[in-house]
């Protein structure tokens, strides 16, 4: 997971960078292998007239530039290309305490995970209790669907905590990530550590217990050894294929190509949420819905409310007026639009200016009259 986060992360900023100077760094062999030039981590591609083919622009050869943007810097590269690996690479120094980390966590994250780290609609659990007990088994986490697995959330389930670190310091709070300082990254992971109830050294984490690097890189996973097949090290291969080979270790545990199902089909995630009063009502209809012919065509703004608002206002769980709720609206209406435009472009209490985004204040407006649009 932590690795499609990086590549996320990274590949904003080769978009940025508009170029393949980015990769382009001092170290060689990282920019070529075998003779061909590697472009992006596992590819490579032949390289043609000193430039490599199918992926290059040459934006000289070009009369204008394309002005996206400009060439991120070297040292704008640097402050995302974080790893921090279970070995301590990239880990710095700092330090934290449960009890900073539990007035941080208040501040800055339940209004997403919830008090406790409990989850909220749409956010994961950071915790289900102590992380070693709980559930039938640890192991065999690569089955989808086997509720022998482990419950997937970071104690039960992450094999390292290295990639806590990580994810917090590149990635949270959601709406601002690398805000945090690595000192608060440290009381972050030690109230979290605390709440999923993993000991470090065989020593619990009360209000005073205080993280550092080297406290850090003595957690021990409880799932560290849980993940089946073992693909890592010499007989990774061989344990890969002898665990594939043998189907009952995965989907219902026979082949079939017809009449797989025995009685009604179930959804296996849905049943498995032990939710089965949806509303709506979960629909049994197998085909599309009808194309209308000549609908309406689709709101200017709503191609950014679903990339930027509605990760908030798709719900009332965080005290932001839901798309649609015309009760929740109705006084905010009365403000009339100009205030409403100059509170979603400049922020109010828990609205981000712009809703986190840098978009011109003329597409926000737009997003406004959609959200106000769903209200009447
Ligand atoms: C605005 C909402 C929001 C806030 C505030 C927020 N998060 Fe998150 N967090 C998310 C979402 C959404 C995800 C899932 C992202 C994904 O899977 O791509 C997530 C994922 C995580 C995960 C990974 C969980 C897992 O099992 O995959 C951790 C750890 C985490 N957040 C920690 C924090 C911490 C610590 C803070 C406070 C500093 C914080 N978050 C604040 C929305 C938020
Ligand atoms: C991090 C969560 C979050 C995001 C993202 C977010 N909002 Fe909000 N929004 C809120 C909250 C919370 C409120 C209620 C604030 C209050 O009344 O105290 C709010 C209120 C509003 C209001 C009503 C303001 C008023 O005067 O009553 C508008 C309009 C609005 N948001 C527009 C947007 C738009 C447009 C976007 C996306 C570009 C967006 N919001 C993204 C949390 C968010």
Known sequence: MFKSYRNMLLSAV?????????????????????????????????????????????????????????????????????????????????????EEGDALYDEKCSSCHADFGTGGAGYPALQKGNAYEGQKSLTNQRVDGNDEGPIRVFGTYWPHASTLWWY?????????????????VYALCAYIV????????????????????????????????????????KNGVENARKFFNDFKNYGNGTRCMKNCFKGKPVLARISGTGISD??????????????????????????????????????????????????????????????????AIHGLNGMPPKGGTSLPDAKIKEVVDYMVSKAK
Request: aromatic residues 6%; hydrophobic residues 30%.
């Open 278 to 343: 949806y509303q709506p009502p979960i629909s049994e209809k197998k085909e599309l819905p009808k194309k209308k012919a000549g609908g309406a065509a689709e709101h200017p703004g709503k191609k950014v409310y679903d990339a930027s608002c509605a990760v908030c206002h798709g719900t009332d769980a965080m005290g932001a007026p839901m798309l649609g709720d015309k009760k929740a609206w109705a006084p905010r209406i009365k403000q009339g639009m100009d205030t409403l435009y100059d509170h």
């Open 14 to 98: 080769v978009v940025a960078a508009a170029s393949t100077t980015l990769f382009a760094g001092s170290d060689a062999s990282r920019t070529y292998a075998n003779g061909k030039k590697v472009i992006d981590g596992g590819s490579t591609y032949p390289v043609k007239k000193g430039m490599t083919s199918l992926y290059h622009v040459n934006e000289k050869a070009h009369k204008t530039s394309f002005k996206l943007g400009r060439s991120a810097t070297k040292d704008e590269i640097n402050a995302w290309n974080i790893d921090v690996m279970p070995d301590g690479t990239g880990l710095p120094e700092g330090h934290g305490t449960v």
């Open 194 to 233: 605390s709440i999923n109830e993993i000991k470090i050294d065989g020593e619990e984490l009360d209000d005073d217990y205080e993280l550092n690097r080297k406290k850090f890189l003595k957690i021990v996973m409880p799932n560290k050894d849980g993940f089946i097949p073992k693909i890592d090290g």
């Open 168 to 184: 917090i310091k590149t990635g949270m709070p959601h709406p601002h990530p690398m805000s945090l300082t690595d000192n608060e």
